[in-house]
């Protein structure tokens, strides 16, 4: 812009006189040795461009404060573009205070996971989709790690987690699907967020690739996809509207082995020792709302993150009218959850 002035303010340069009609266009005048200096378009091109720049500037600044606001042009932005089947592209919906809601139920099957470990003080370990980060601390403490490494996709989680980093726990955002690490460690550990990743078998020999030899593998996920929440919510995103707003229909993503399988699968990928159960969680809900709201903090996220405020709405609506239709309105409810916990060691 500098530049710019110091042209048009040159000594000398002036430009031809016109005479009477309409004024020509900037670029029609010539510059001529003699007559009354005229105004150079520049400065004022150059006052439009500082006006268009700051304009852009604030924009910016103003969408970076408000960054829920930005958040969800994005997301605007990727599902316009068609990018809503990416799981970095889509809206985070994670909320820390949903999922937390059940947090004494949540965290039991976290405690059965950390039981099965074999004590390795000083271990380097890694939490994958490690939420909110205060079960990655108790576990960086029950190991007494020299490093635990917390990963997590999603920015309101991991903002919770920042506060229980230092003494060697740590927590980066990163997608589990493409982890790997060189210096390998030596407890992988994983509560209720594998389910979220395609296909296992591939996941779970990338997994083994980072584990150092005689390191230790724990995952803890959710089999609860027979039950009606689960059915239900495939079921409906098979049908219209979903299907159209949804583009790939719940379930279709998420690539779950049946208990079997994954113990097979830890025997092909050659881990030397393995101890794989299924467990039934029973929770005493008030009510059969309780399973909404439980849903609400995992399973819904799904759809949270890929429909617009209103669709999801109207998604909850249609999908309490149908799940109230299966299930007793007793109360106290019993919500039955079925969990898979592995460990195995290499
Ligand atoms: C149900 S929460 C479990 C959180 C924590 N492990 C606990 O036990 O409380 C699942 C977490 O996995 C994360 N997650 C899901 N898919 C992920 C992915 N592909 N990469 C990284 N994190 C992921 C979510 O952001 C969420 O914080």
Known sequence: MAFLFSVARRPGSVVARHSGGFAPSWRQRRPLRRGKPQPSPFPKLCSYGF?????????????????KVFRRFAFLLTGFLGGRRVFCMTKDSWNPQQYEKFKAQRSQPFYDLMNLLRSQEGARVVDLGC????LTEELHRFVRASETVGIDSSEEMLKKAQGFSGQGLSFHKGDIQKFSDADGFDIIFSNAALQWCTDHPALFAQLKTSLRPGGQLA?????????????IAQKLSLEEPWASLLKEPYGKAQSMLTVEQYASLLFKLGFKEQNVSLKVYGHELESREGVIEWVKGTLLTYFESRLSPADFQAFVTEFRKRLFAVLPDEKPFFYPFKRILIWAQN
Not at 131 to 134: I, K, L, R, S
Not at 219 to 231: F, L, R
């Open 219 to 231: 995952v803890q996920m959710p089999m609860n996809h027979d039950y009606a929440t689960h059915v």
């Open 51 to 67: 006006v268009f720049c700051f304009g852009l500037g604030f924009f910016f600044a103003f969408g970076v404060c408000m960054e």
């Open 131 to 134: 939420g909110t980060g205060e």
